[in-house]
Structure formats: C-alpha cells, structure tokens
C-alpha cells in the first residue's frame, strides 16, 4: 500500500514505515502529525485517485527531527557590467516517519465492489 501526497507545494510517494524529509512544519520532535493531502492511494489492485484529494483519506507520522539542508550557492552576474553577487542558501526541513495511511472503511468497501 502506498500514497502521493502533497506538503510544502510537492508531492511526495509514500509507504508505511518510511522516513521523509518534508519543508519545515510546526512541531515538537515526537509529536504527531497529520496530512490531509492525499491525491492518490494505492492498496493492492484498487487504485483510489482523488478530485482533487482523496475523500477522508489521511497520513499519521511522527517528528523525528527538524534540521538544514545542504548549503547550495546562488550566484548571480550580468556580464560586461562588473556586477556579481553570491549567496548561500540552506533550506529548513523536517523529517518525519509514517505511522499509518487511513481510508474510511465505507471507501474502502466502495472501491472493492467497483
């Protein structure tokens, strides 16, 4: 069983038990968390794909830790003017662990009858 899910303006593939690195989100490391995105959910052969989210489909985590990226350099020129400009930049994340991926039971048995 796996979700795609959306979070921080992308869209992650997901399954139970896996550790994921997400933009920064609000929260103590060890506390849950819930996203409520889920625009696709796949569970053996049914294949549940949502308009534009799955109805009452969520993913539980936990916080495992928040932390910084990798520095990436932004350079900038224009050429023949002498002008030149470098930064660096390191993006805040947070990484979590899904817990559970939850369907509503009254999906689930919609989805095995069609």
Same mark, same amino acid.
């Given at each position: 069983?796996?979700?795609?899910?959306?979070?921080? $303006?992308?869209?992650?593939?997901?399954?139970?038990?896996?550790?994921?690195?997400?933009?920064k989100?609000?929260?103590?490391?060890?506390?849950?968390?819930?996203?409520?995105?889920? @625009?696709?959910?796949?569970? *053996?052969? *049914?294949? @549940?794909? $949502?308009?534009?989210?799955?109805?009452?489909?969520?993913?539980?985590?936990?916080?495992?830790? &928040?932390?910084?990226?990798?520095?990436? @350099?932004? /350079?900038?020129?224009?050429?023949?003017? $002498? /002008?030149?400009?470098?930064?660096? &930049?390191?993006? *805040?994340?947070?990484?979590?662990?899904?817990d559970?991926?939850? @369907?509503?039971?009254?999906?689930?048995?919609?989805?095995?009858?069609?």
């Amino acid at each position: 069983m796996y979700a795609i899910v959306q979070t921080g $303006g992308k869209q992650y593939r997901i399954k139970e038990g896996e550790r994921l690195r997400i933009e920064k989100i609000p929260g103590d490391v060890g506390s849950k968390v819930t996203l409520n995105t889920v @625009l696709m959910v796949k569970k *053996d052969n *049914d294949v @549940l794909i $949502g308009n534009p989210k799955v109805a009452n489909a969520k993913i539980e985590g936990t916080i495992v830790r &928040h932390g910084r990226g990798r520095k990436i @350099l932004v /350079y900038t020129y224009k050429r023949r003017k $002498g /002008y030149e400009k470098r930064r660096g &930049h390191r993006q *805040d994340f947070t990484e979590i662990t899904i817990d559970k991926i939850k @369907l509503r039971q009254a999906r689930q048995k919609a989805a095995q009858e069609a």
